[in-house]
C-alpha cells in the first residue's frame, strides 16, 4: 500500500533532550511538509522540502530541524531550544503530478515529561 | 496574520440536518481551496476541493460553495451523519506559484443521532 508513514505514534520528551519524528513516503512524491497541529490553532508549517537536499522554513521553524536526504524520507528533530514542543506533528507530502492534493501521515503526539 | 480564517470552531448538528462551516481568506492570489476531514488521533484526510472558477462544487452530500468577490468559501454537509463527527479545516494554496498551504483553525463537527 502507498502512504506516509510516520513513526513512532507517541514520543516522550525529557528536559534538554533533542527527539527525532520519523516521517517515510513510498508515493515517490517531490514535496514533504511537517505541520504542528495544537488545539484551536489548526495547522502550522515547520519546514518544507521540495527537492532532495533542499528545505525551506515555515512559520514557526524555530527549535526545530529537517534533513532530506533521500525522496523518500524527511524526519524532523526537535531541539532543546523548542521549549513548548508538546503537540501533535503531521508530516506530509504532494507531487508535482498530483499537484493539488496533500497527503498526510497518521501523526505522532510529543509530549514533555 | 491567519490567511485563512475559520468559523465556527465547533458545530453541533441533528442526524439529517446540514452542516455548514465558513472559510474566508485574504490573498486574491490563492487558487486552490481544499477541505480536510480529521479523525482523532488520524492525519487529516481530503475531502472535497475547488478551484476559484467556479462557485460550486459537489460531491455526494459534501458541497462547497465559492464566493470569490466575498474571499469566502464554504462547505456545506447535507444529511448529516454521526459519522461525519470530525475536525474540518479548510485550506488555500497557490498552485504553480508556491508548495504552501494555508490552514484554517478547525471546526469541530458533533453530529447527534
Known amino acids: 500500500d502507498g502512504g506516509i508513514t510516520q513513526s513512532p505514534k507517541y514520543l516522550f520528551r525529557k528536559e534538554g533532550q533533542n527527539v527525532t519524528l520519523s516521517c517515510e513516503q513510498n508515493?515517490?512524491?517531490?514535496?514533504m511538509y511537517w505541520y504542528r497541529q495544537d488545539p484551536g490553532q489548526g495547522l502550522r508549517l515547520i519546514y518544507y522540502s521540495q527537492i532532495v537536499n533542499d528545505f525551506q522554513k515555515g512559520d514557526i521553524a524555530e527549535g526545530y530541524s529537517v534533513s532530506r536526504e533521500k525522496k523518500e524520507s524527511f524526519p524532523l528533530t526537535v531541539t532543546s531550544a523548542q521549549k513548548n514542543p508538546t503537540a501533535f506533528y503531521l508530516c506530509?507530502?504532494?507531487?508535482?503530478?498530483?499537484?493539488?492534493?496533500?497527503?498526510f501521515g497518521s501523526g505522532t503526539q510529543l509530549s514533555v515529561l | 496574520q491567519q490567511q485563512v480564517k475559520q468559523s465556527p470552531q465547533s458545530l453541533i448538528v441533528q442526524k439529517g440536518g446540514i452542516s455548514i462551516i465558513n472559510c474566508a481568506y485574504e490573498?486574491?492570489?490563492?487558487?486552490?481551496f481544499p477541505w480536510y476531514q480529521q479523525f482523532p488521533g488520524k492525519g487529516p484526510a481530503l475531502l472535497i476541493a475547488?478551484?476559484?472558477?467556479?462557485s460550486e462544487k459537489k460531491e455526494g452530500r459534501f458541497t462547497i460553495s465559492f464566493n470569490k468577490s466575498a474571499k469566502q468559501f464554504s462547505l456545506h454537509i447535507m444529511d448529516s451523519q454521526p459519522g461525519d463527527s470530525a475536525t474540518y479545516f479548510c485550506?488555500?494554496?497557490?498552485?504553480?506559484?508556491?508548495?504552501?498551504?494555508?490552514f484554517g483553525t478547525g471546526t469541530s463537527l458533533t453530529v447527534i443521532p
Open positions: 508515493l515517490n512524491h517531490d514535496a
Open positions: 475547488i478551484r476559484p472558477d467556479v
Open positions: 490573498n486574491t492570489a490563492f487558487d486552490y
Open positions: 506530509a507530502s504532494k507531487g508535482v503530478a498530483t499537484n493539488e492534493k496533500l497527503f
Open positions: 485550506a488555500a494554496s497557490l498552485i504553480y506559484t508556491g508548495n504552501q498551504f494555508y
